[in-house]
């Protein structure tokens, strides 16, 4: 990966952390800690999941290694449903009547915040 496409990768994890940590809070705030328990469990799911993912696709491959970048992608797509699923598991295991919505609706807004921002990052590039 190069460091200019490393740098959109961290932004993007960055931005799912810091989404995660500002929806949390603001639930909080506004409803009981459970709700914002669960917020925090739903996005910090999503944030691991696509970190992991992220690594393992973006590691250093050569260009006429597409088996192994084919093989990389389907790798760390199982490797972030594994960590949903686990992660999901421990949360109905260890949390008292977790908040469904708040769980599921935070890790599906973090889970799909990369894609806003690479269309940001794509549109910008665009521009120059």
């Known amino acids: 990966m190069t460091?200019?496409?490393?740098?959109h990768a961290l932004q993007s994890i960055g931005l799912q952390l810091a989404l995660t940590l500002i929806l949390s809070?603001?639930?909080?705030?506004?409803f009981p800690p459970i709700v914002a328990i669960s917020a925090?469990?739903?996005g910090l799911t999503a944030t691991?999941?696509?970190?992991?993912?992220?690594?393992?696709?973006?590691?250093?491959y050569q260009s006429d290694q597409v088996g192994s970048l084919t093989a990389r992608m389907m790798g760390a797509e199982l490797g972030r449903l594994v960590?949903?699923?686990?992660?999901f598991g421990v949360a109905f295991a260890y949390l008292d009547e977790p908040n469904l919505l708040a769980l599921f609706g935070i890790f599906l807004l973090v889970?799909?915040?990369?894609l806003?921002?690479?269309h940001r990052v794509s549109d910008q590039a665009m521009t120059r």
């Open 111 to 114: 889970h799909l915040a990369p």
């Open 25 to 30: 809070g603001l639930l909080l705030a506004l």
């Open 48 to 60: 691991l999941g696509n970190a992991v993912a992220a690594v393992v696709v973006f590691r250093a």
């Open 116 to 118: 806003w921002w690479l």
């Open 40 to 42: 925090m469990v739903g």
């Open 3 to 7: 460091p200019r496409r490393f740098r």
């Open 83 to 87: 960590i949903i699923a686990v992660a």
